[in-house]
């Protein structure tokens, strides 16, 4: 059984970064995003839904992310999906999911032109355009191939166990 635990996210910073150091000397940032997602109800009217995610950084990008990630920036996640378990004094169970970010892309954010009015940072100027944890680089056509057999494995296990497809 292939196992996978992908997960794209894009949307805004609704707070600033917080970095912080764990007892082992590794950095890591955290990133409050909102996600929106409109959609169209029954009776014909667009209604809009918002998701937080808290999203975590580790490492060089815990860095870049803290100096290029302002609050309101939007943002696009590539990460995977991490659940932390807990029991508290009182012997409670808790559990809490967080995206562990592989992989960031900043969208351009608005600066300011002297009157005031907003301008749109241009390609080239001081901020990135994406963020990783170092890995190098997958070409269109390598990513293509392991999209294309991650879906080959996950229909051949679907037949193999007859799971209704919805």
Partial sequence: MNCLN???????LVRQPEKKTLPTGAAVCTLP??????????????AEDVSYFDVDAFGNLADVCVKWCPKGRGIRVVGRLKQNRWKDEEGKSHSRVKVIAEHIEFKPFLKK?????????????DSPKSADLGTPPLSKKKKLAMLAEAAAAAQHEQEANDIPVF
Avoid at 113 to 125: F, I, T, V
């Fill in 6 to 12: 992908q997960i794209i996210l894009e949307g805004n």
């Fill in 33 to 46: 995003i909102a996600v929106n997602r409109r959609y169209k109800t029954g009776d014909g009217s667009y």
């Fill in 113 to 125: 032109n002297p009157d005031g009015s907003p301008a749109l940072q241009k390609e080239g100027e």
